[in-house]
């Protein structure tokens, strides 16, 4: 018996999507693109050993158009491959808004979960890798949190 149709377009159509991405920032990167990246636009970026030698963790910042401060960036590297990428700072709606709609565009329909007047989250998930997006509301500001996470690097460190 031969493959569905329908089968066979999904997965062309899933080929073809970009990998998960944000501002120039994706899950499994190498750790010195990731650092290049933010010293080309004038950020701050350093590392430090954990207890466990295949582990990283870094910490820098990143001056975004349109945040009244930079983005706060935190990754954690396996191998020195981003495997978990945290970026957070605090958007004006308006941006936050643009953040979700691009993404949207770029990626599909995300699923979407809403604690109403306080928290949403949009989330893209795609060949083991995973990019989200929180937006909460704790007063009368938002605070936004990216997080793009690649599955296959956490995974391998359980058979290690």
């Known amino acids: 018996m031969g493959t569905p149709a329908w089968l066979a377009v999904l997965a062309v159509f899933t080929q073809e999507l970009p990998p998960l991405s944000f501002s120039g920032f994706r899950a499994g990167m190498p750790v010195t693109q990731a650092?290049?990246?933010i010293r080309s636009n004038r950020g701050t970026f350093t590392c430090r050993n954990s207890s466990d030698p295949r582990?990283?963790?870094?910490?820098?910042?990143?001056?975004?158009?349109g945040l009244t401060g930079p983005l706060e960036v935190l990754i954690s590297s396996v191998h020195d491959s981003a495997a978990v990428i945290v970026l957070s700072g605090k958007p004006p709606a308006e941006l936050a808004r643009t953040w979700i709609e691009d993404l949207t565009l770029d990626f599909g329909r995300p699923n979407h979960v809403a604690v109403p007047a306080s928290q949403h989250t949009w989330q893209w998930i795609?060949?083991?890798?995973m990019l989200r997006v929180i937006v909460r509301i704790p007063r009368d500001s938002l605070e936004a949190s990216v997080v793009l996470t690649h599955g296959p690097l956490l995974d391998g460190l359980r058979k290690n």
């Open 126 to 129: 795609r060949r083991g890798r």
């Open 55 to 65: 582990i990283r963790e870094c910490t820098g910042s990143l001056p975004l158009q």
């Open 35 to 37: 650092s290049a990246h």
